[in-house]
């Protein structure tokens, strides 16, 4: 089973192709550019480097979310693409859930930690149980006093990972009464590799989408949506009730998008 894999859902973009238990090919930046500038060539190379022929990929698998706003846009649009093009099926790899994968076989806890801002971390829970990945608890939207109070009550060792760590390390070190550690350069960003390991699973178990039915999951309101939440809620009501009246080929972001609520 061959199958190409793309995360564009941080800061790192990440592209590769794994066959059974061979991982072909794998591009990663992590350098400043924006995703709509990296990953089209970055999958043009992979492709050209493995003389891949697209048709004979069995599913395309990308990091579904949570994760950058336009990021996870830009992956999404992507797949999409390449799965209405070659009539391939979709795998919908949770964000946070391959990036704990990177750490396969860990004997610690794994908990991935990705900043959302607003003193906020996506983040999730995970052990590792004769090489299957195994959630603890679920990927959210967490506050990291949150976070440390929900690791120091499961009492175990945990290693952490991500984009989030060199934001809050200080901070953890002071909230955490449990032992931890980091996981190094080469496995504490987002890879491809680890979305398409964890696709050859779904794919096994059923789970796979259309193209036309994939959408991200975002997990909590974009900054737009939230501002204008607050805005209206500071509205009087007769002036609401004008602003809320849509034009028949308007829709929110919301409405376009399938969210998650937690």
């Known amino acids: 089973m061959k199958i190409l894999a793309l995360d564009s859902s941080g800061l790192v973009a990440s592209v590769a192709v794994v066959e059974d238990d ?3 090919v ?15 060539p970055m999958l043009d190379e992979a492709v050209r480097m493995i003389e891949l022929d697209l048709q004979s990929v069995d599913a395309i698998a990308v990091a579904g979310g949570p994760g950058s706003f336009t990021g996870l846009r830009i992956g999404s649009a992507t797949a ?16 946070v859930d391959a990036l704990a994968y990177n750490l396969c076989g860990c004997g610690r806890l794994v908990c991935p930690i990705m900043d959302a801002r607003r003193s906020q971390v996506y983040t999730g829970i995970y052990r590792f149980e004769e090489g299957r990945l195994c959630v603890v608890a679920q990927q959210a939207p967490l506050a990291v006093e949150e976070l440390a109070a929900k690791l120091n009550a499961l009492g175990e060792a945990v290693t952490f990972l991500g984009d989030g ?28 590799s680890a979305v398409a390991a964890l696709a050859l699973q779904y794919v096994r178990e059923g789970k796979t989408e259309t193209a036309a039915e994939h959408a991200p999951d975002y997990l909590r309101l974009s900054q737009a949506e939230r501002e204008r939440a607050e805005a209206e809620k500071r509205q009087a009501p007769g002036e609401r009730a004008k602003t809320e009246q ?15 609520e937690v």
Do not use: W
């Open 22 to 24: 061979t991982l072909l």
């Open 26 to 40: 794998e591009y990663t930046v992590n350098h400043k550019k924006t995703h709509s500038q990296t990953l089209l």
């Open 80 to 95: 999409k693409g390449l799965g209405l093009a070659l009539d391939k099926p979709l795998v919908h790899i949770p964000t």
């Open 165 to 192: 760590v060199p934001v809050y390390r200080e901070m953890l070190k002071t909230l955490l009464q449990v032992p931890y550690d980091f996981a190094p350069a080469h496995l504490n960003r987002q890879r491809a």
């Open 246 to 260: 849509p034009k028949l080929d308007e829709r929110t972001e919301a409405e376009q998008c399938r969210t998650v």
